[in-house]
């Protein structure tokens, strides 16, 4: 499947997951994870008895899933932390003879806001009381991780329908950029002193890709929103940065590649090479849109993923 298709199928499944609440969510769940593990078994409820805390589960190591999916996740903050205590309770009562318990999932559709501060302590006590490896929030973020990494016959029949072909779309090569541009437009830090300041090998990769002093700057003061692009990683799934990361190294090697033909003097190489590429993925020249674009590939830059690596001294 081709990253444009790729991209397609994960918005059309954080669709579902922005629109599935209760017992929507718990089978969009549980039709994923059906799929992506073999040894998953879903716990149907049966009468006065329910799923006793086990939504699913896979023994041979010990996993345990409940999912709680509200409607309004930040309204519900209390009702999660008492369901999380109270299903493990029932777990540990119900299925601790059958199987070992390990590992506890506390599958809460947080739709892409993060786990909430509250919730994390508790499935912290929940772990440290009852000694178990694993004891933390599956987000809807993993879920999507989970998706991600199905074929693609399994990716149709979870989404119920075909993932669009790209050859008749325009512009789908940006969309995932566009869309990590706005959330940095939306939610850009200000600079304070506090931030955390460049390594010394940004010095070093600036010197050796024959980056001015002019576009060093740009880099400098685009690194500064590092940690709302870090946010926006977190909230999203690993599809996400894995995509974007591919593409912006492709367009530099690109770039790499085409000055190679060109007599370019080795003090203009590194501006020459930054500007084409802020010109190749930004589409609107507004001055929020390249600042943004900036701050993406200042983010890159330092993560080494464009321009060169200096040797090892």
């Keep these: 499947m081709t990253p444009e298709r790729r991209y397609f199928a994960r918005i059309q499944f954080r669709n579902r997951i922005l629109e599935a609440n209760g017992q929507r969510y718990q089978d969009l769940f549980i039709d994923v994870m059906t799929k992506r593990c073999n040894g998953f078994r879903p716990i149907k409820p049966h009468g ?3 799923d006793e805390g086990n939504d699913g589960h896979i023994s041979n190591c010990g996993r345990y899933y ?16 008492n369901k999380a205590e109270k299903d493990f309770k029932r777990l540990k009562e119900k299925w601790s003879e059958t199987a070992l318990i390990e590992e ?6 947080d739709k892409f806001q993060g786990a909430y501060p509250k919730i994390e302590h508790t499935l912290a006590k929940i772990k440290r009381d009852n000694g178990l490896k694993v004891c933390e929030p599956f987000l809807a973020k993993d879920l999507v991780n989970e998706f991600m990494n199905l074929n693609e016959d399994d990716m149709i029949a979870v ?19 566009t869309e990590i541009l706005q959330y940095i437009m939306d939610n850009s830090e200000s600079l304070t002193i506090n931030i955390k300041l460049q390594s010394p090998d940004f010095d070093k990769k ?12 740009l880099l400098r003061t685009g690194s500064f929103q590092q940690g709302t692009i870090e946010n926006y990683f977190v909230k999203n799934s690993n599809f996400t940065r894995a995509d974007i990361r591919d593409r912006l190294a492709a367009i ?16 203009e190489r590194g501006d020459h090479v930054f500007f084409v590429i ?15 674009a900036i701050a993406l590939m200042a983010f890159f830059f ?7 690596e200096p040797p090892d001294e």
């Design 48 to 50: 006065t008895f329910g």
């Design 66 to 81: 409940q999912v709680y999916a509200p409607e309004n996740p930040k309204e519900n903050i209390i009702n999660a932390i």
């Design 104 to 109: 506890y999932l506390f599958v809460f559709n």
């Design 159 to 177: 989404l119920g329908g075909v993932i669009p072909r790209t050859e008749y779309l325009q512009d789908i090569d940006y969309a995932i950029l």
């Design 206 to 217: 600036i010197q050796f890709n024959c980056i001015s002093k002019s576009v060093d700057s």
């Design 252 to 267: 530099y090697d690109k770039v790499k590649n085409e000055i190679m033909k060109f007599k370019i003097n080795d003090i």
């Design 278 to 292: 802020l010109d190749d993925i930004v589409q609107n020249k507004k001055r929020a849109v390249q600042d943004a």
């Design 302 to 308: 330092e993560t080494c993923d464009i321009f060169e």
